[in-house]
């Protein structure tokens, strides 16, 4: 991957940002945006359904963390172990919240399907309000890959290496941002 860089066009007032993947770091990519997606989407379905809330329009979902540790990093709960808290606060923040949070997961994902494009070219270009959303992607991909202790050592550092490229790409997009 190149380094992302800013491009100030002349008659616009936003800048872009653009790259280059490799053929497989394009691929990587796309198989994590669609791999995260389709974990919360499952997740959102899996919802209990509440008859009242529907009444009201008010959408809901799990009073309870995933069991899955890689949804349980991308949806934490609402407190920290040895916060003061009431009975229930976490699920009930849970359950009023978590729908909105998977919901500006999924565009952020798709911030980055758009950027890659439907025939899966390597040059990638970005608005720059696209950015922000670019760089929650990466961060959101680097947390579902990371601390799997399945498949192995060789299989541990594959996931390593991967996210420190994840990490590289987020950095290599801030400091452009920054620029």
């Not at 791999?35 to 529907?54: C, H």
């Not at 890689?70 to 009930?92: I, S, Y």
């Not at 590289?168 to 801030?174: A, K, V």
Request: charged share 30%.
């Amino acid at each position: 991957m190149q380094e992302w860089r800013r491009k100030k066009g002349l008659m616009r007032a936003s800048a872009k940002f653009s790259t280059r993947f490799e053929p497989m770091e394009r691929e990587v990519i796309g198989d994590l945006t669609a791999t995260v997606s389709e974990a919360l989407i499952a997740r959102a379905q899996s919802a209990p359904k509440d008859e009242f809330a529907e009444m009201l329009g008010v959408a809901t979902g799990h009073t309870e963390a995933p069991q899955d540790p890689k949804l349980a990093r991308l949806l934490p709960d609402f407190e920290r172990e040895g916060d003061e808290e009431f009975d229930g606060d976490n699920g009930l923040l849970r359950s009023l919240h978590e729908n909105d949070i998977i919901r500006a997961k999924l565009e952020n994902l798709q911030v980055v399907n758009a950027a890659l494009g439907p025939t899966g070219g390597v040059e990638v270009t970005i608005e720059e309000a696209d950015a922000p959303r670019f760089v929650a992607a990466l961060n959101d991909m680097r947390l579902y890959v990371s601390e799997d202790d399945r498949g192995g050592e060789a299989a541990q550092q594959d996931r390593e290496m991967l996210m420190e490229w994840l990490a590289y790409c987020q950095d290599s997009l801030l400091q452009a941002m920054m620029d």
